[in-house]
């Protein structure tokens, strides 16, 4: 499966429009992206793909940058807009659809890390140290996500990810993203109605503080005199549970952080791979031998 899901990634890299390398470098661009995608495939560090030995057999005859032109050149931004363009050209949903799912997925680290731009916060089951992916998805694919500290607030997180990718429609979540701020960026952006129960759950007064327009609109659809549609729209917000199950039941998906994968900067072009070789191997229909 490893050597099918590296061709596919190749074969997309190499029908990207990109810049031409300077001719200071001894390593193309594109390079530089294989070694490192090779690498997350097989969740290895770096260091272990710039070894000869650890590649396929036809693979082997070109040279390799070292670890540290590799450390140095994926810092470039030359290789992170390549990157950013294969995993937009993998990810990118294929319509513009008028139902998105939002959420995070909590990325753990071990308590005892000392990598200080990591946060403490809630986590599943409980609390942890690490980061989370936010994302907001629909069934053809992610229009944009996110990596950031655990303790960073899930809405503003999806304040920030909504006004990168405006979408419309429906955006169904679950009852910790109701908050007024997030009501008014979807106010803001036109078109797009958040759907997400209480935080409190229902049956209480909203008060007398203001409310956004948006929200008295989901609360009147979600607990009004006909609520089916609403609710049936807020009941296919399990399905961004499915998309997490699918990023990680699988050898090579993202399943955990290893421990040289840390720093904001080195987390998020980990995810960045993981999210990309699991949309080609959703495309491509590559099943393990074990599935």
Not at 30 to 41: D, F, G, T
Not at 71 to 100: F, I, K, N, Q, Y
Not at 169 to 191: I, K, Q, R, T, W
Request: aromatic content about 6%.
């Amino acid at each position: 499966m490893e050597h099918q899901l590296f061709k596919a990634i190749v074969a997309v890299l190499r029908g990207l429009d990109k810049p031409r390398t300077p001719t200071r470098f001894d390593y193309p661009d594109e390079l530089i992206v294989e070694v490192h995608y090779w690498s997350v495939l097989c969740d290895r560090p770096t260091s272990w793909a710039c070894r000869k030995e650890h590649w396929p057999l036809h693979l082997r005859k070109r040279p390799l940058p070292c670890p540290a032109t590799m450390s140095r050149r994926l810092r470039s931004a030359s290789v992170v807009a390549l990157l950013d363009a294969l995993e937009r050209r993998v990810t990118a949903p294929g319509g513009p659809g008028l139902l998105w799912m939002i959420d995070g997925k909590p990325l753990p680290i071990g308590g005892c890390s000392k990598d200080r731009q990591a946060g403490y916060g809630k986590a599943a089951g409980g609390k942890a140290k690490g980061y989370k992916l936010h994302a907001v998805v629909s069934a053809g694919g992610i229009a944009a996500w996110r990596v950031a500290p655990m303790n960073k607030d899930e809405r503003v997180m999806a304040a920030r990810l909504l006004r990168a990718a405006p979408v419309q429609g429906y955006l169904v979540a679950d009852g910790n993203y109701d908050s007024n701020p997030l009501h008014d960026v979807c106010e803001e952006l036109g078109g797009l109605q958040l759907l997400a129960p209480r935080r409190y759950g229902a049956g209480h007064g909203l008060g007398h503080n203001r409310h956004s327009p948006g929200r008295l609109r989901c609360v009147e659809r979600l607990e009004g005199p006909m609520p089916q549609f609403a609710r049936g729209l807020l009941h296919q917000r399990a399905a961004i549970e499915r998309a997490w199950g699918n990023l990680v039941n699988w050898g090579g998906g993202l399943t955990c952080l290893p421990a040289w994968v840390r720093t904001h900067r080195r987390v998020r072009r980990w995810v960045q791979a993981k999210l990309a070789l699991a949309a080609i191997k959703r495309g491509e229909e590559i099943t393990s031998c074990a599935a």
